[in-house]
């Protein structure tokens, strides 16, 4: 209603002006040809009688003066017009902002409305607060358990996919290193030698990559995996030799003495083989396997391979250590049926 009043005055304010515009040009051009007619009919206080030219100049100038009119009033009208239109935008602008509100007090009153339901369901002469069962305390408390809840069966089955996705990483371990010792068996039986030759020694892995050994799986490994009796005869080894070992005299300077003090100190220590400890986690060993595996069966060359790049590249693109595991167990089948 307000707009249409708004638009209303504002129509009756240009039609005002026009006719005002309108009436000033009569007058004006009226004026000029009366001021013409009564020079020309009358002579001049000095006896001459005004020219043509003198009567044209006084009807232009009479002329621009209308026009001059004409174009203030038009301005005036234009900046009229300008100042309602935003005096209109501000009063829509103010309505809005009082309609957000409105909207904004009644979700409030709503959502107090469903807040005071629990009190006002309560029995007669029963605390709102403590009252018991339908109290508002108790369903409170009722809404933080079940959300401790869901949280729980969350965590419980996040946990359980951890321990799904743990007990498939141990079985790629397992089969990899099965694989590669088919791979080795199968090259060593691969190697001519004479008929009356003895077996020759299966292939040696490096021993870096033998410390990731696993423990056994729940069958055990097959009895005929040279891999596993390696691991295991290195350990007892190791073990031993740590057992065995003399104490080492301090030095000079009040501290044991360490393996770069002596030149041949290092020969004391065997820093090729370092199995990996019973807590150390099974999912960082079997990542570093990963990785490590590659060293033996890679066919990475200096630098990268003409016209194929880095062999290596799918590996680094991988989701994870499981997918690196089963394209390091491809890769020794297809070595072990290429044999």
């Given at each position: 209603?307000?707009?249409?009043?708004?638009?209303?005055?504002?129509?009756?304010?240009?039609?005002?002006?026009?006719?005002?515009?309108?009436?000033?040009?009569?007058?004006a051009?009226?004026?000029?040809?009366?001021t013409?007619s009564?020079?020309?009919?009358?002579?001049?206080?000095?006896?001459?009688t005004?020219?043509?030219?003198?009567?044209?100049?006084?009807?232009?100038?009479?002329t621009?003066?209308?026009?001059?009119?004409?174009?203030?009033?038009?301005?005036?009208a234009?900046?009229?017009?300008?100042?309602?239109?935003?005096?209109?935008?501000?009063?829509?602008?103010?309505?809005?902002?009082?309609?957000?509100?409105?909207?904004?007090?009644?979700?409030?009153?709503?959502?107090?409305?469903?807040?005071?339901?629990?009190?006002?369901d309560?029995?007669?002469?029963?605390?709102?607060?403590?009252?018991?069962?339908?109290?508002?305390a108790?369903?409170?408390?009722?809404a933080?358990?079940?959300?401790?809840?869901?949280?729980?069966?969350?965590g419980?089955?996040?946990?359980?996919?951890e321990a799904?996705?743990?007990?498939?990483?141990?079985a790629?371990e397992?089969?990899v290193?099965?694989?590669?010792?088919?791979?080795?068996?199968?090259?060593?039986?691969?190697?001519?030698?004479?008929?009356?030759?003895?077996?020759?020694?299966?292939l040696?892995?490096?021993q870096?990559?033998?410390?990731?050994?696993?423990?056994?799986?729940?069958?055990?490994?097959?009895?005929d995996?040279?891999?596993a009796?390696?691991?295991?005869?290195?350990?007892?080894?190791?073990?031993?030799?740590?057992?065995?070992?003399?104490v080492?005299?301090?030095?000079?300077?009040?501290?044991?003495?360490?393996?770069?003090?002596?030149?041949d100190?290092?020969?004391?220590?065997?820093?090729?083989?370092?199995?990996?400890?019973?807590?150390?986690?099974?999912?960082?060993?079997?990542?570093?396997?990963?990785?490590?595996?590659?060293a033996?069966?890679?066919?990475?060359?200096v630098?990268?391979?003409?016209?194929?790049?880095?062999?290596?590249?799918?590996?680094?693109?991988?989701?994870?250590?499981?997918?690196?595991?089963?394209?390091?167990?491809?890769?020794?089948?297809?070595?072990?049926?290429?044999?």
């Open positions: 209603m307000l707009n249409q009043l708004n638009a209303s005055a504002l129509a009756e304010s240009a039609a005002s002006v026009e006719g005002e515009v309108h009436l000033a040009l009569e007058n051009i009226s004026g000029a040809i009366s013409a009564s020079t020309a009919s009358s002579p001049s206080s000095s006896g001459e005004p020219s043509a030219k003198d009567t044209a100049d006084d009807a232009a100038e009479a621009e003066a209308a026009e001059a009119a004409e174009a203030a009033e038009a301005e005036a234009e900046e009229e017009a300008a100042e309602a239109a935003a005096a209109e935008e501000e009063e829509e602008a103010v309505e809005e902002e009082a309609e957000e509100e409105a909207v904004e007090e009644e979700a409030a009153a709503v959502e107090e409305e469903a807040e005071m339901t629990v009190v006002e309560l029995p007669s002469g029963a605390d709102p607060l403590y009252g018991g069962a339908g109290s508002a108790r369903v409170w408390l009722d933080a358990v079940g959300a401790v809840a869901e949280e729980a069966e969350g419980a089955a996040e946990a359980e996919a799904v996705e743990a007990e498939e990483l141990a790629l397992t089969q290193w099965l694989e590669l010792d088919a791979l080795l068996t199968a090259v060593t039986a691969a190697r001519p030698r004479p008929p009356s030759a003895p077996p020759p020694a299966p040696a892995v490096p870096q990559l033998l410390g990731l050994m696993p423990p056994p799986p729940a069958g055990g490994w097959p009895e995996c040279a891999l009796a390696a691991a295991a005869a290195r350990k007892a080894r190791s073990e031993s030799e740590l057992e065995t070992k003399p080492t005299p301090k030095g000079e300077g009040g501290g044991d003495l360490q393996p770069d003090d002596e030149p100190a290092a020969a004391q220590v065997d820093q090729g083989y370092v199995p990996v400890a019973p807590a150390y986690p099974a999912r960082k060993r079997a990542e570093r396997l990963s990785w490590a595996i590659w033996v069966i890679g066919d990475q060359k630098g990268v391979n003409a016209f194929g790049g880095s062999p290596y590249q799918p590996l680094l693109e991988v989701d994870g250590t499981a997918e690196r595991l089963r394209a390091a167990r491809l890769k020794l089948r297809e070595y072990t049926e290429s044999l």
